[in-house]
């Protein structure tokens, strides 16, 4: 019969880590999860603070200084001029109408594009062409935004193939002014309105479609009862990207709108050529209380949730 050796019962202890200044941090860290989210944040925060909101209280501070008429050095003077110039200014009133106006026709036929395709993208098509078409939808962004500029500058000029296709029926292309920036700026945008309104219509369970068909419901009574409501948020979130790229564009007009100016023609002309900082920063507070106030608006509606 063969005798195991007898076995070792003692104990063998493994060192411990060297306690470095890493790990008694790390340790901390695991026991601390609100600092860990804090100092995770911060250095995002830092910059957000730094490059947005400190940005825009630097603006609103140069709106209240003036530029000396004799040396053109800005005056670090708090007054009320540039403000009221703005303001009571016919000139502005105008631009402000014209931008205004422009910015709501985009959102209006971004929407109203936007809607069917991203219906068709959630609800209809199959998950092989849903992933075709959201690629589709994608690549407009792929390329420069001068070079799609120039593309309708092209397409739209007296010469180009929008003329050549509406001559035979007697039409003519709508030429350099305000309808050429609308239809630019609507195809620059659209991706970014149809992207949250096909994800808010993802989102809609397929069963409240089917119950709405057996109770009887048709097609239009069906989207207007049940889809449009439970996808508002998601439209009013895609019109706030339409509204407010809209609003601040100003190469658009430059390359396609003729002689026509928006708010940020004005705020470019007054920084570059008039040399008047503090004007420009009132001028360009205008989009951004329109924003705001647009912003506070919808804000009840959930749209912001799905930006």
Known sequence: ????????????????????????????????PRTRLALLLTAPLFWLVLVYIVALVLLLV????????????????FTFDNIITVVTGSLYQTVTL?????????????VAIALPIAFYMAKVATPRVQRFLVIAVLM????????????WRSVLSQDGILEWMLAPLGLHTPGYGLTATIITLSYLWLPYVILPIYAGL???PDSLLEASADLGGKTWRTVGSVVMPLAFPAIIAGTIFAFSLS?????????????????????????GAANNLPLAAAIALIPIVIIFGYLALV??????DNL
């Open 1 to 32: 019969m063969r005798i195991e050796p007898p076995v070792d019962t003692r104990t063998v202890r493994v060192p411990s880590p060297a306690a470095t200044p890493a790990r008694r941090a790390s340790a901390f860290l695991s026991t601390h």
């Open 62 to 77: 140069t709106a209240f200084w003036q530029v000396d008429s004799f040396t053109g050095e800005i005056v670090t003077e």
């Open 98 to 110: 014209r931008t205004l106006g422009v910015a709501i026709a985009v959102t209006i036929i971004d």
């Open 140 to 151: 407009p962004l792929w390329a420069s935004y001068l070079v799609k500029a120039y593309a």
């Open 202 to 204: 993802e989102r809609v």
């Open 247 to 271: 609003l601040g564009d100003y190469i658009t007009v430059n390359i396609v709108g003729g002689a026509n100016q928006m708010l940020g023609n004005l705020v470019y002309t007054n920084v």
């Open 299 to 304: 804000r009840r509606t959930g749209a912001l």
